[in-house]
């Protein structure tokens, strides 16, 4: 029986939504993708293969789609990828070619002969090594547009998992995954059009763009690169500042929070350390987050709030007491060190 968290990752996937499901699978490794369902006994990969997916196709055998899986006709995935050319012109098959077969097959040569219940195999469905997309579309040149997109949406996908974690979720506004993922469906739509386009012609050459238009795509690029500058930016932002905010709301709770039981003993993950798994100069970073170094007087009260807090004699009085034995001398350590280097902040700051 299909489970509720395959259900949902069945729709990711027939919506063509990459960073959700890429995520998705991320928070929940253990989750079988290798079941069936519907009537035609379809498993993701089959639908991912229907549908054309081919960067949701990459994801699933990343994590362990198994190309071999029949459906209730016997075909597997590879089956489904080949009879996609049907109905499309040249074009069209050198797209689900390279897209779709071509993964299948290097993943799992053998799924290539392997036949269905009418005894069909990939192979007999006439899949041909020759059809390559950089053949038939342009014999030499690369192209850059795609290049550059691609690149962009690596460092978009890079920017969401660093910051997934400490970001409030909305589900009744469009966040950051959702905005990547329409932005590329968008662009492979139009992508696939320019293909049809290109196999109706008679040339079946790209046709070149006047100077006009390739202005324009330039104009359009650059402004799809400077929203997503702002966006990262935003959200390094509101990272650092939940940062402080966590940072600020623990040391209230551990230092000056009547509640905490004295007799309590503190390990080393129980400090409010303002980056508990970060360097020294990144925990300092996040204590003086908000203040600008130019405004010299708000800056030396900062760091000097800081310093009180956490020099080593002050610390001592009033936690040393209550520090376990097995951790004990790496916090003071921690402490000192986070001293000295508000030292040589403030220090920086007078010259």
């Known amino acids: 029986m299909v489970s509720h968290r395959q259900k ?35 498993s993701p990969l089959h639908l ?49 070619y390279d897209d779709l077969v071509l993964p299948l097959k290097n993943i799992c040569p053998e799924a290539m002969d392997v036949p269905n219940s009418a005894g069909v195999t990939p192979g007999d469905l006439g899949v041909q090594p020759w059809s390559s997309r950089s053949t038939v579309l342009h014999p030499s040149e690369p192209d850059p547009e795609k290049e550059w997109m691609e690149k ?3 460092e978009c996908e890079d920017e969401f998992f660093e910051t997934d974690d400490f ?6 506004e469009e966040d950051f995954g959702d905005w990547a993922d329409r932005i590329r469906r968008e662009y492979f739509d139009k992508k696939h059009a320019e ?14 763009k006047s100077k006009q238009e390739a202005e324009q795509e330039e104009k359009s690029r650059k402004e799809l690169h400077e929203e997503y500058l702002k966006r990262e930016a935003q ?23 009547g509640s905490s039981a004295p007799n309590t003993k ?30 010299v007087s708000a800056f030396r009260k900062m760091v000097l709030k800081q310093q009180v807090l956490w ?32 030292n040589r902040r403030a220090q920086s700051v007078r010259t």
């Open 8 to 42: 949902r990752l069945w729709k990711l996937v027939e919506e063509g939504r990459l960073l959700k499901l890429k995520s998705y699978l991320k928070k929940h490794l253990d989750l079988d993708v290798n079941f069936s369902r519907g009537p035609k006994g379809w």
């Open 48 to 96: 991912a293969c229907h549908r054309g997916g081919d960067a949701v196709l990459r994801v699933l055998l990343h994590h362990g789609a198994g190309v071999l899986q029949k459906d209730s006709k016997g075909d597997t995935a590879l089956h489904v990828a080949a009879n996609r050319r049907e109905g499309f012109v040249l074009v069209g098959f050198v797209l689900a």
């Open 152 to 154: 962009l949406f690596d």
């Open 167 to 172: 970001l409030p979720v909305d589900e009744d």
């Open 195 to 208: 293909a049809q386009r290109l196999a109706a012609s008679s040339s079946g050459w790209k046709r070149k």
């Open 235 to 257: 959200k390094k932002e509101e990272t650092r500042q939940g940062r402080k905010r966590r940072y600020e709301e623990r040391c209230a709770a551990a230092f000056h929070s």
């Open 266 to 295: 503190l390990s080393y993950k129980d400090i409010p350390w303002p980056a508990p798994h970060g360097t020294v100069q990144e925990m300092v970073d996040v204590m003086l987050h908000g203040v600008d170094p130019k405004n």
């Open 311 to 342: 020099h080593p004699d002050k610390f001592a009085q009033r936690c040393e007491a209550r520090l376990e034995e097995k951790d004990k001398q790496r916090i003071l350590e921690t402490v000192t060190a986070l001293s000295q280097e508000l």
